[in-house]
């Protein structure tokens, strides 16, 4: 029987709340579809830095590299400032396990409401590929004549070609395979002159391998208007970590997803793992009272099983969430139920 | 009687069909209100670079520097890469002349039709204060090792303290003076760790000064989602020059408006002359045919007499534009309508 390692790490708030329904799910999922999940469970978390000063142990890194996926809940608390709580757990892993591709779908399912007026499942359907490793978010930069009126700070945007390139392939490789062949690039190239003409220039080179594939591109301005205006031209939108970051809130929003929204970290070749999680963070004005939405982690549970190759058993996750949502299943209070969180989660799991 | 040199700059495609409409209107409300407007007309454009190798002359600047606001219509056309046509006329002017703000009200006007199910009038209401000068519109960065595989591409992000100080002060002092008393800072400190929370930081000391005002602040992915969500929330809103941009597409959009929007750039002490002209650009597609809506002109019009201390004017001018669109006006196409760009200009006049 096949075998996948998985890395829990519930972390902090919510996160420990959605995770025991995301594994729920997945382990009816296993049962159903024969295949077995060997859990090790993580409680690094904003906790664990108030005792030891740090998110994780110092092999943390060591103790993950062997799992085949990372699942995790959410990540931060307040008191704990998000260099610390972020910089010491979540990015770390997105960059050392070169997770380079933020994955995350875009869809109004049936049931959600979307803020959008007239506009159904058909309308919204397509998945943000964020590049996960370098570009906005880099580790360059500083400050320079602190507490004088000439004080300033810099930070460099960094595009490798390596970066950049196999984001893009990975863009149109989904197009090209589980889409509908159309890859639409953000870019910003009328304002910030040196990274993002580059970025046009990949692109472009990037589109001639995929004659099929038809490419567009837009300022990020206006492709945010046009999320909100025509969220049907989309089906595959590829951009910068930042600007990536931007769309994949902004996506799920416009299809009233923001609450549900799942996303995959993903190192394509599987030299390292990848780590799957909720849109959604901690949630500290909700955490404790057990009535947070799961579905965003069941979700990442079913995105995980696709990568693990368990693509019937991810099928199968998707298909109940939105059966349930469409026949009117148990919901928790944002989606105007009463439920609670384990309630969807044993719902969605029976039905598995 | 008061007297006002404007610099009128057309600029390309539909600037060229709508500048006209937007003199008309200012023109009337001249008359009513016992002012002169002194214009100086200027044809730069994407035609004048064709012709010359440039957008505008060498001492074009020179020229522009002792009006007292220059109004603009559109940069840019297909042919002339961006950084020839905007680096070459509409990014000098912002940057020469100091306008370090740029000011785009986000509202939904009567009778105009917002993307979002159940929003009214009542419910976007906002302005985006825009860092315009300075930020991710950098002008230091390059490639190393170009065509080899480590080729990369670096820009700097530069926030200075007294740049940064400025904007934030425009903003809060329009919160209280004009405003309901509430400031949004748009922040992304969690992943871009040198700048962003550098803003945060200055943005907390500019608050102290105003304890009267409301503060809140987002990061930039899920403040989009709650532009979306919950556009009620905002009164003023301060970003960088890079999320001003977003912003200030993604509100007009969500008002339903961004054809019809206006932008203001703002040098505050009035040592040089600020710009005013439309959101939307030059509009290839339909340059040529007098179907533009000039609306977006005009408005800008009303923030130069504002800016110019012709308050009772400006409002006369906004207040027109409303009553006319709920009244069932002549409209463009873009508004449901069949009028020509000239028909709505010279209704909007007359009624002035
Ligand atoms: C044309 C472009 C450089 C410009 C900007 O991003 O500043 C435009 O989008 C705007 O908002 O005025
Ligand atoms: C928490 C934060 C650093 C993170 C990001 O911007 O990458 C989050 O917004 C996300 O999208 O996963």
Known sequence: ????????????????????????????????????????????????YARTGKMMPDDGMDRLRDSDSIFLGAVGWPGVPDHVSLWGLLIPIRRQFDQYVNLRPCRLLPGAKSPLADRGPADIDFYVVRENTEGEYSSIGGRMFPGTEREFVSQQTVMTRIGVDRVLRYAFELAMTRRRKKVTSATKSNGITFTMPYWDERFAEMAKNYPEVTTDQFHIDILCAHFVQHPDWFDVVVGSNLFGDILSDLGPAVAGSIGIAASANINPEKTFPSMFEPVHGSAPDIAGKWIANPIGQIWSGAMMLEHLGEKEAADCILATIERLLAEGGPRTRDMGGQAGTVDVGKAIAEAV
Chains 1, 2 share one sequence.
């Open 1 to 48: 029987q096949r075998k996948h390692r998985i890395a829990v790490i519930p972390g902090d708030g919510i996160g420990k709340e959605t995770t025991p329904e995301g594994l729920r799910v997945l382990d009816a999922a296993a049962r159903r579809f024969g295949f077995d999940l060997e859990l090790t469970h993580y409680d690094w978390s904003c906790e664990t």
